[in-house]
């Protein structure tokens, strides 16, 4: 019998229909197109204006828009994961609340939290879920509304962050495609650099923290940059070399879009031509656990069956790490 492994087989996107450009942001904060653009990347970010729509909007439409592409019945989905640092709410699942609205009334569903490295540490998961023999159709979706998190009041953070949702479909696979290998880390001491404090157990909501907007994000951006620069590009050289790839192995990075310049020395690290290296950062600004389903939406038609890709991602906690996944399939679209 041969190895199952974990491939993705389809994938699906959502934004939002309002774009918040450099030039709306220079309005409302000490900021210009210039300034944001040299240092992020980002002319525009997506958001999510309407009231009472959360995170699991976002999540809905990027499974709806894969199970029409892929034509799949989502009856046939046996687990959704959403990967999301934005709950909908505490308590009550957003993964539950995606899968019944859906139509995955035969799936089991629960949420995945590793902020901007959700969706890759959702990846090994659901690829765990799928090599198990168990289970064949696993959905897993990366989706955040950033803007709720987000004080508009304060430029380090509000120039960065977008909304959006992406989602791909984990099937088996005999061929030797999907998830080849991964290096997964974390360092809880770097916690105090990048959070929102307030509402969380910690620390719940109070009328005096919400008067200071305690309970938006905030980040200690040159501690961040730094560590996200270094452990981004540490962990997919550690991939390449404990699989034997070299530069021309590999097709594709996808590497979480924090800031263009991170992306970039990641890719400079492993010697990667620049057409090599997925980048929409301009257009969606940091999604959160949405970059990385994103990028695969936007760069489908461009993917062959075989390729070699390498994902790389850094998010608060601190998490990190990277995955070498060999694409299993030529898109129709």
């Not at 290296?277 to 994103?294: D, F, H, W």
């Amino acid at each position: 019998m041969s190895k199952i492994s974990a491939a993705i087989t389809a994938v699906g996107a959502y934004v939002p229909e309002y774009v918040l450009t450099n030039q709306i942001l220079e309005t409302m904060v000490d900021t210009n197109d210039e300034w944001i653009t040299s240092r992020t990347g980002i002319k525009e970010r997506r958001i999510l204006k309407d009231v009472g729509k959360g995170t699991s909007y976002l999540a809905i439409k990027a499974a709806q828009n894969l199970i029409s592409k892929k034509g799949i019945d989502p009856k046939d989905i046996e687990l959704v994961i959403v990967a999301t640092a934005t709950p909908d709410m505490k308590a009550a699942s957003t993964a539950a609340f995606t899968a019944f609205n859906i139509g995955a009334i035969n799936a089991f569903s629960f949420d995945l939290d590793a902020a901007c490295s959700s969706f890759l540490y959702g990846m090994s998961v659901a690829a765990k879920y799928i090599e198990s023999g168990r289970y064949k159709n696993v959905l897993l979706i990366g989706a955040d509304k950033m803007s709720s998190m987000v004080n508009y009041e304060d430029r380090a953070t509000c120039i960065i962050f977008g909304d959006g949702g992406g989602a791909v479909l984990f099937e088996p696979n005999t061929e030797n495609l999907g998830l080849q290998d991964e290096y997964l880390r974390s360092d809880g001491s770097g916690r105090e650099f990048l959070q929102a404090t307030f509402g969380g157990s910690s620390y719940p909501s109070t009328v005096e923290a919400i008067e200071n907007k305690k309970q938006f994000a905030f980040q200690e951006g040159q501690t961040v940059f730094k560590n996200a620069v270094f452990n981004m590009a540490d962990a997919a050289v550690k991939i390449l070399e404990r699989n034997k790839l070299t530069k021309n192995d590999v097709n594709w990075l996808v590497a979480h879009q924090a800031n263009k310049r991170i992306v970039d020395a990641t890719a400079k690290r492993i010697e990667l031509e620049d057409d090599k290296v997925m980048m929409n950062i301009e257009k969606y600004g940091n999604t959160t656990s949405a970059t990385l389903p994103l990028l695969l939406n936007d760069y489908e038609s461009q993917l062959k069956k075989g390729d070699n890709l390498i994902f790389a991602a850094f998010g608060g906690g601190f998490n990190w790490g990277s995955i070498y996944l060999k694409w299993a399939y030529n898109s129709k679209h």
